[in-house]
C-alpha cells in the first residue's frame, strides 16, 4: 500500500562551485504528507523545485510516479501537468480573472473544452469559498485568497500530488489559517504533498514525517511523533527551539 | 506681411497631399509598426534565450542595425530588396518591389531592433516566478511566452511602444530618399512645381507636429491611468 510517489536518491545539485543540495535522499509515499523545514538558506526551495524540473540537478535521481524526472525521454510538461505547485509569492496570472487562471492550463495542457474546465473550476473555487469572486482579477484579492486560488489553480489539474513552498510565510498572521484549513483538508482526502513551511502547528496535525535541512544537506527524516518528541541532531533541536519560541 | 505669399496653395493640394501623401505615411508607419512589433518580440524572445547562438545572431542584428543611418539603410534595402527577393524565389532577375513595399520592409526590419529593446526590458519586468507558474502547470515555453509572459510585458511596455511608434511616424518622412510619394514627398512635389516652399514645408512641419503632439498627449494620459490601475 505504501508505494512511493515521490523518491529522491542522492540528488546534488550545485550553483557554479557552490553545492545546494549534498545527496538528499527521502521519500514521499502516496497519500502521505512530508514536511520540509530549516533554516534559510539551506536548499528547501531548491530541493522541491527539483521534484518537478524547475531546478535541473548535477547528480543522483528524482522519481516521481515511477518516472525519472531527470532521464532525457521524459516529457517534462507533461509530469508538470500532474504534479500542483503553490508558490510563496501566489504568482497568480495578474492579467486573468481568477477563473482565466483555473482554465488556462486545463485547456492548453489538458486540451479540456472551456465548458468543461469552466465547470471543475467553479467546483473548486466553491470549495476554497472563493465561488463568489471568480469573476474577480487577482490583484482585487487579499493575500489568503489569492493563495487559495493558487491552491484551487493545481487542484484543476486533478494533480497526483501537491508541492507547497512556504505557502504561508508571505501572508499577514490574520490570513494564514484560512489557506492552512484549506491544505489540512486536502491532506485528510488524501492528497500526497511535499510541503515546505515553518508552520509547526500544521506539521504536527497533518504530517507524516518531517525533514529537516540544513546547508543543503538533509540532517533529520524522521516520523512526525518522533520530530517533535526527541529530534536526533542538535541543528534540528536548536532549530525547533527557536522556532517554537514564538 | 505675408503679402506675396500664397497659402491657397495649402487647400488646394489637400486632396492630393492626404489621400496620396498621408496615406501613405500612415499605412506604412502601421504595417512597419505591426511588424517591427512582430519581428523585434521574436529578436528580443531570442536575446533573452539561454541558447547561447540565439542571443548572439539577435544581439548582433540589434546592435548593426541600431549603429546605422536609418537613411543608409533605406537607401541599401531599396537597392538590395529586388535582388533578396529575387534570390528568395528563386527568379533569373531582380523582381518589381516598388518604393511602398520596400519601405515597409525596411521600416520593420529597422524597428524591429529598437522594439526588441523595448520588449526585452518588458519580458525581464516579469518576476521569475510568473514563469515557474507557468511551467508548474505543464505549460511549454511557447505558451508560458504566450498566455502568460508576453501579454504582461506588452501592457507594461504599451507607453513605451507608442513613444517609439511615434519617432518611426516621423521617420517614415525619410522615404524621400527614394523618392516616395509619402506626406512629406508628396508636399515637396506640390512646393517645387508652384514655387511654393515656405508655404508647404510651413504646413508640412504644422500637421507633423500636431500629429505628434497629439499622440504624445495620448500616451501620457494612458501613462497615468496605467499607474492608477497597478
Ligand atoms: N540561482 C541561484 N544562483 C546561485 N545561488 C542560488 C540560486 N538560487 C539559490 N541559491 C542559493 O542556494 C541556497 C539555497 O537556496 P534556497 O532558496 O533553496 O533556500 P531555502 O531553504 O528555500 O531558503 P528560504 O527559507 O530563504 O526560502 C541559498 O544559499 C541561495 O543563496
Ligand atoms: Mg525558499
Known sequence: MNSSMIEFRAVSKWYGSFQVLKRCSTRVDKGQVVVVCGPSGSGKSTLIKCVNGLEPFQEGEIIVNAESVGAKGTNLSRLRSKIGMVFQHFELFPHMSVTENLNLAQVKVLGRSREEATTKSMALLKRVGLEAHAKKYPGELSGGQQQRVAIARGLAMDPIAMLFDEPTSALDPEMINEVLDVMVELAQEGMTMMVVTHEMGFARKVAHRVVFMDNGEIVEDAATEEFFGSPRSDRAQLFLSKILQH | ?230
Open chain 2, 1 to 230: 506681411m505675408f503679402s506675396g505669399y500664397d497659402f491657397d496653395v495649402i487647400q488646394r493640394s489637400l486632396p492630393y497631399l492626404f489621400r496620396d501623401g498621408m496615406t501613405f505615411t500612415v499605412t506604412l508607419t502601421l504595417l512597419a509598426m505591426t511588424g517591427g512589433i512582430v519581428f523585434g518580440t521574436l529578436l528580443a524572445m531570442m536575446r533573452l534565450s539561454s541558447f547561447a547562438p540565439f542571443s548572439l545572431v539577435a544581439g548582433s542584428y540589434v546592435n548593426l542595425m541600431r549603429s546605422l543611418p536609418l537613411v543608409l539603410v533605406i537607401f541599401w534595402f531599396f537597392f538590395l530588396v529586388p535582388y533578396i527577393g529575387g534570390w528568395i524565389v528563386g527568379a533569373p532577375r531582380p523582381i518589381a518591389v516598388g518604393a511602398f513595399w520596400s519601405a515597409v520592409i525596411t521600416f520593420t526590419m529597422f524597428e524591429a531592433a529598437y522594439y526588441c529593446e523595448i520588449m526585452r526590458a518588458g519580458i525581464q519586468s516579469i518576476p521569475r516566478g510568473q514563469v515557474a507558474a507557468g511551467q508548474a502547470l505543464g505549460l511549454n515555453y511557447w505558451q508560458t511566452m504566450g498566455h502568460v509572459i508576453l501579454p504582461q510585458a506588452f501592457r507594461n511596455m504599451l507607453p513605451v511602444l507608442l513613444t517609439q511608434t511615434i519617432i518611426l511616424f516621423q521617420d517614415t518622412s525619410l522615404v524621400y530618399v527614394i523618392s516616395a510619394t509619402d506626406f512629406l514627398g508628396a508636399a515637396a512635389k506640390i512646393a517645387n512645381r508652384d514655387y511654393r516652399l515656405v508655404e508647404m514645408y510651413t504646413f508640412v512641419a504644422a500637421v507633423y507636429f500636431v500629429i505628434s503632439f497629439a499622440l504624445s498627449a495620448l500616451v501620457k494620459r494612458l501613462q497615468s491611468r496605467m499607474a492608477i490601475v497597478q
